[in-house]
């Protein structure tokens, strides 16, 4: 497991040599993402601001995961690492694809999926 935490990838496409850091905590969750789901999946690496970078992964089976990471090269360092997995974006054929788990829609909706009422749309007095 201690080769694991030692990942790293050197970015010589901007001329650097800098090493990247895996974090061991991603990989090690990856890994066992694309284990219990087929062995092989799609990932979309998607910046989200000042948290850093989201890397969203669909199994080979459809099902969701992600992973936050400091960085894009984090995220690419990590798709690098992993076997099985290839760098995509959201077109047509992988939406379709998808295939939430059980409940994962009421997870995602958070406090709005246990409210009883909800209050009239903003827009109705357009229709």
């Known amino acids: 497991m201690a080769t694991e935490a030692e990942n790293t990838t050197s970015d010589t496409d901007a001329g650097t040599d800098t090493k990247v850091k895996v974090p061991p905590h991603a990989l090690s969750a990856i890994k066992a993402f694309v284990g219990e789901h ?3 999946g799609n990932v979309v690496i998607q910046p989200i ?5 989201r890397v969203t992964l669909v199994g080979a ?8 990471v400091e960085n894009n090269d984090i995220a690419h360092a990590l798709v690098d690492a992993v076997d099985g997995l290839t760098e995509s974006e959201w077109d047509r ?4 694809s998808v295939n939430p788990a059980r409940g994962h829609y009421r997870k995602m909706a958070g406090w709005v999926a246990r409210q009883t ?11």
Request: net charge neutral; charged share 25%.
């Open 61 to 68: 089976d459809g099902v969701l995961g992600d992973q936050v």
């Open 49 to 53: 601001g000042r948290v850093g970078t």
């Open 117 to 127: 009422r909800f209050p009239k749309a903003r827009n109705a007095a357009m229709e």
């Open 38 to 40: 087929g062995g092989t």
């Open 93 to 96: 054929e992988l939406v379709s």
